[in-house]
Protein backbone atom coordinates (compact mmCIF):
# COMPACT_ATOMS: atom_id res chain seq x y z
CA UNK A 1 0.00 0.00 0.00
CA UNK A 2 1.09 3.65 -0.69
CA UNK A 3 0.50 4.97 2.67
CA UNK A 4 -1.64 4.33 5.73
CA UNK A 5 -3.63 7.39 5.29
CA UNK A 6 -4.48 6.29 1.73
CA UNK A 7 -5.69 3.01 2.53
CA UNK A 8 -7.89 4.47 5.09
CA UNK A 9 -9.14 6.80 2.66
CA UNK A 10 -9.79 3.81 -0.04
CA UNK A 11 -11.85 1.66 2.42
CA UNK A 12 -13.35 4.75 4.01
CA UNK A 13 -14.05 7.53 1.72
CA UNK A 14 -15.75 9.56 3.99
CA UNK A 15 -13.25 9.67 6.50
CA UNK A 16 -10.44 11.40 3.59
CA UNK A 17 -10.96 14.78 4.30
CA UNK A 18 -10.83 14.59 8.03
CA UNK A 19 -7.55 12.95 7.50
CA UNK A 20 -5.80 15.71 5.54
CA UNK A 21 -7.54 18.32 7.93
CA UNK A 22 -6.17 16.44 11.27
CA UNK A 23 -3.00 14.20 9.97
CA UNK A 24 -2.33 13.62 13.99
CA UNK A 25 -5.58 11.16 14.02
CA UNK A 26 -3.03 8.45 12.37
CA UNK A 27 -0.20 8.37 14.54
CA UNK A 28 1.61 5.71 12.12
CA UNK A 29 1.50 6.57 9.07
CA UNK A 30 3.09 3.39 6.99
CA UNK A 31 4.53 5.81 4.30
CA UNK A 32 5.51 3.10 1.59
CA UNK A 33 5.32 5.74 -1.36
CA UNK A 34 8.12 7.75 0.00
CA UNK A 35 10.28 4.89 0.79
CA UNK A 36 10.24 2.11 -1.33
CA UNK A 37 12.09 4.08 -3.99
CA UNK A 38 15.11 4.31 -1.45
CA UNK A 39 15.26 -0.05 -1.51
CA UNK A 40 18.51 -0.53 -2.84
CA UNK A 41 17.64 -4.08 -3.57
CA UNK A 42 15.40 -6.14 -6.37
CA UNK A 43 11.84 -5.59 -5.20
CA UNK A 44 9.02 -8.27 -5.47
CA UNK A 45 5.40 -7.27 -4.78
CA UNK A 46 2.92 -9.74 -5.15
CA UNK A 47 -0.80 -8.86 -4.44
CA UNK A 48 -4.17 -10.47 -4.65
CA UNK A 49 -6.60 -9.05 -7.15
CA UNK A 50 -9.36 -9.61 -4.77
CA UNK A 51 -7.71 -7.73 -1.69
CA UNK A 52 -10.98 -6.06 0.12
CA UNK A 53 -8.36 -4.25 2.61
CA UNK A 54 -5.49 -3.11 0.52
CA UNK A 55 -6.58 -1.59 -2.51
CA UNK A 56 -4.96 -3.51 -5.84
CA UNK A 57 -4.11 -0.46 -7.52
CA UNK A 58 -2.28 0.41 -4.25
CA UNK A 59 -0.09 -2.73 -5.09
CA UNK A 60 0.44 -1.23 -8.62
CA UNK A 61 1.43 2.14 -7.88
CA UNK A 62 3.94 0.97 -5.46
CA UNK A 63 5.73 -1.33 -7.81
CA UNK A 64 5.82 1.42 -10.40
CA UNK A 65 7.60 3.44 -8.08
CA UNK A 66 10.72 1.44 -8.44
CA UNK A 67 12.04 0.62 -11.64
CA UNK A 68 13.17 -2.91 -12.43
CA UNK A 69 10.01 -4.06 -9.86
CA UNK A 70 8.41 -7.54 -10.88
CA UNK A 71 4.93 -7.26 -10.25
CA UNK A 72 2.91 -10.40 -9.61
CA UNK A 73 -1.09 -11.03 -9.60
CA UNK A 74 -2.51 -13.44 -7.63
CA UNK A 75 -5.84 -14.02 -9.69
CA UNK A 76 -8.94 -14.34 -6.95
CA UNK A 77 -6.36 -13.99 -3.82
CA UNK A 78 -7.88 -11.58 -1.15
CA UNK A 79 -5.56 -9.86 1.38
CA UNK A 80 -4.91 -12.88 3.93
CA UNK A 81 -5.15 -15.72 1.27
CA UNK A 82 -2.12 -16.26 -0.25
CA UNK A 83 -0.41 -18.91 2.13
CA UNK A 84 -1.96 -22.11 3.45
CA UNK A 85 -4.75 -21.78 0.48
CA UNK A 86 -5.01 -22.92 -2.71
CA UNK A 87 -2.85 -19.99 -3.76
CA UNK A 88 0.43 -20.90 -1.54
CA UNK A 89 1.78 -22.96 -4.16
CA UNK A 90 1.39 -20.37 -7.13
CA UNK A 91 2.93 -18.20 -4.92
CA UNK A 92 5.44 -19.99 -3.69
CA UNK A 93 6.62 -20.85 -7.26
CA UNK A 94 6.99 -16.84 -7.98
CA UNK A 95 9.05 -16.23 -5.03
CA UNK A 96 11.63 -18.96 -6.27
CA UNK A 97 11.02 -17.78 -9.78
CA UNK A 98 12.42 -14.63 -8.36
CA UNK A 99 15.44 -15.55 -6.27
CA UNK A 100 16.67 -17.82 -9.10
CA UNK A 101 16.34 -14.83 -11.60
CA UNK A 102 18.51 -12.59 -9.17
CA UNK A 103 20.59 -15.69 -8.49
CA UNK A 104 21.37 -15.61 -12.25
CA UNK A 105 21.65 -11.93 -12.68
CA UNK A 106 24.28 -12.12 -9.58
CA UNK A 107 26.18 -15.07 -11.46
CA UNK A 108 26.92 -13.04 -14.25
CA UNK A 109 28.03 -10.44 -12.56
Do not use: C
Amino acid sequence: FLSMRKVASALFPFIAPGLVAAPFLLRDRFDNQGKVGKIGVPLLVIHGDQDDIVPYDQGKQVAALKEGTHFITVQGANHNDLFGTHHEEAVIGEIAKFAMELRKQEAHN
